[in-house]
C-alpha cells in the first residue's frame, strides 16, 4: 500500500498509425492507441471522465471530455491495471494527444491522473 502517494494513477500509452483507415488523398490519418492504467496508490478509484487534448502538425487542437473510456468507468484496487484501446483522427501524418483522467477514490477524493503528451505519427515520419 502506498501510503506516501495515496492517490497515483500510472499512465503508459502505446500507438499504432493504422492504414486500411486512413485516406492520405483526403487527409485523413487514422491512429489506434492502448492506454495501461495502473493503480500505484493506495486507495481504490474510479475514473469518471476523461480530457483529451489532440493537437495536428497544422496547429488545429480539438479538445475532447466525456464520461469513462470506451463506455466504461473503470474500478481499480491498489495494484491493479486497467487497458483499453481507441483511437483519433488526424488530418495530418503527425500529431499529438495529452490529458488527463478525473478519478475519485473509494474515500471520495478527487484527483487527477495526468496523460503525458504522445506521438502520432506515421512509420518513418520521425526520425
Known amino acids: 500500500m502506498n501510503d506516501k502517494f495515496p492517490y497515483t494513477i ?10 486500411d483507415q486512413s485516406v492520405p488523398g483526403e487527409n485523413r490519418y487514422v491512429f489506434a492507441y492502448t492506454i ?10 474510479r475514473l469518471l471522465t476523461r ?17 469513462g473510456v470506451v463506455g466504461e468507468q473503470p474500478w481499480m ?8 484501446t481507441s483511437g483519433a483522427v488526424l488530418e495530418t501524418a503527425v500529431g499529438t494527444m495529452q490529458g488527463s483522467y ?5 474515500d471520495g477524493t478527487r484527483f487527477e491522473a495526468p496523460i503525458p503528451a504522445f506521438t502520432l505519427s506515421i512509420p ?4
Open 10 to 19: 500510472d499512465v503508459q500509452v502505446q500507438t499504432r498509425f493504422v492504414p
Open 36 to 45: 495501461r492504467l495502473h493503480n500505484a496508490g493506495g486507495v481504490p478509484a
Open 51 to 67: 480530457h483529451w487534448v489532440i493537437t495536428d502538425a497544422n496547429g488545429k487542437i480539438e479538445e475532447v471530455h466525456g464520461e
Open 77 to 84: 484496487r491498489p495494484g491493479d491495471d486497467y487497458e483499453y
Open 102 to 106: 478525473q478519478m475519485v477514490a473509494d
Open 124 to 127: 518513418r515520419t520521425l526520425h
